[in-house]
């Protein structure tokens, strides 16, 4: 399977680039996937071009094609003004309005206060649900002082077990690939068992 992480960071080293590494290792440990980091610092010039051509650039492509394809994804963004910041909108607003649906999505997010924690829940979760992903229950939000402090390991793994499971149980439900049949969503979840 292949997880892909978005990773919004600016700065390096980059405490939100730190956070999608944890994350991303903790979901391997639950089901070995396939790794690949975009990030969209690297991106930046080419996000802004394809806004005034409509056309994404060589390394652009490849990252949407990367996101497109993926079986699983985790985004990651610093706070910026209550909200994501302007580079990870501006990707997402480049990506192909169905790319995402019914694709399971891990959302985080890094701050310098505990108090810009709710950005998971009213900027992230309402972003990936107009795109129609799949968003685990548990988002994860890491603060200046939660490096190193009780509860972001343990909310780290419970997040990366439940995005192993989503995309085991998706991946489990789709039809093969000579298989003209479309499963619907809801079908996938009964599935599931969910």
């Given at each position: 399977m292949k997880l892909v992480v978005v990773s919004a960071g600016l700065s390096v080293p980059s405490s939100t680039r730190l956070l999608a590494d944890r994350l991303?290792?903790?979901?391997?440990?639950?089901?070995?996937?396939?790794?690949?980091?975009?990030?969209?610092?690297?991106?930046?010039?080419?996000?802004?071009?394809?806004?005034?051509?409509?056309?994404?650039?060589?390394?652009?492509?490849?990252?949407?094609?990367?996101?497109?394809?993926?079986?699983?994804?985790?985004?990651?963004?610093?706070?910026?003004?209550?909200?994501?910041?302007?580079?990870?909108?501006?990707?997402?607003?480049?990506?192909?309005?169905?790319?995402?649906?019914?694709?399971?999505?891990l959302i985080a997010a890094t701050g310098g206060t505990a108090r810009h924690s709710l950005v998971l829940e009213h900027a992230l979760r309402p972003l990936f649900a107009y795109l129609r992903a799949v968003v685990v229950p548990t988002a994860v939000y890491a603060a200046s002082e939660d490096w190193g402090a009780e509860g972001l390991p343990e909310r780290t793994e419970k997040a990366a077990q439940e995005l192993a499971a989503l995309m085991q149980g998706l991946s489990a439900a789709r039809p093969a690939e000579d298989d003209s049949a479309v499963v619907p969503f809801a079908e996938q979840l009964a599935r599931l068992g969910a």
């Open positions: 991303a290792a903790a979901v391997d440990r639950h089901t070995p996937v396939d790794i690949q980091v975009v990030e969209l610092r690297d991106l930046a010039v080419e996000i802004a071009h394809h806004f005034t051509n409509g056309f994404p650039g060589r390394a652009l492509a490849a990252a949407l094609d990367a996101v497109t394809e993926a079986d699983g994804l985790i985004v990651v963004t610093p706070v910026f003004t209550a909200s994501y910041s302007g580079l990870f909108k501006s990707f997402f607003d480049v990506l192909d309005k169905d790319a995402l649906a019914g694709k399971p999505v």
